[in-house]
């Protein structure tokens, strides 16, 4: 079992960047695979990224690919998203989560049991 904590959010302009990070408690923050996910005000919660246990392995929603990187320190028990060329429309709540094993599909809420408590992203235009 771990627990999540995010931080890093924030108010900045577009095109400014900004890296979230999750840390993680427990000591076999190794074994999970981690994931990013989003939600604006009035939407449903989103896929933002995903990476392997090792780190190894990468994927992101087509909406932040080629701006966003998501990266980890198994040694530090953190996750990172790196979040360059922000725009309004990634203006939401930003909650990491992990897993020991995907069942299904690494992009659904569903899969993930463990949840942190969000951090505030805000573009302002």
């Known amino acids: 079992q771990i627990q999540l904590v995010e931080s890093g959010g924030g108010l900045v302009q577009a095109g400014d960047s900004l890296r979230l990070s999750c840390a993680a408690s427990?000591?076999?923050?190794?074994?999970?695979?981690m994931a990013w996910f989003r939600q604006a005000p009035g939407k449903e919660r989103e896929f933002v990224a995903y990476?392997?246990?090792?780190?190894?392995?990468?994927f992101y929603a087509d909406s932040v690919k080629g701006r966003f990187t998501i990266s980890r320190d198994n040694d530090r028990n953190s996750v990172y998203l790196q979040m360059n060329s922000l725009q309004p429309e990634d203006t939401a709540v930003y909650y990491c989560?992990?897993?020991?094993?995907?069942?299904?599909?690494?992009?659904?809420?569903?899969?993930?049991?463990?949840w942190g408590q969000g951090t505030q992203v805000t573009v302002s235009s």
């Open positions: 989560a992990g897993t020991v094993r995907i069942r299904g599909s690494w992009d659904l809420l569903s899969e993930y049991d463990y």
């Open positions: 427990g000591r076999t923050f190794s074994n999970y695979v």
């Open positions: 990476i392997t246990s090792s780190g190894s392995r990468t």
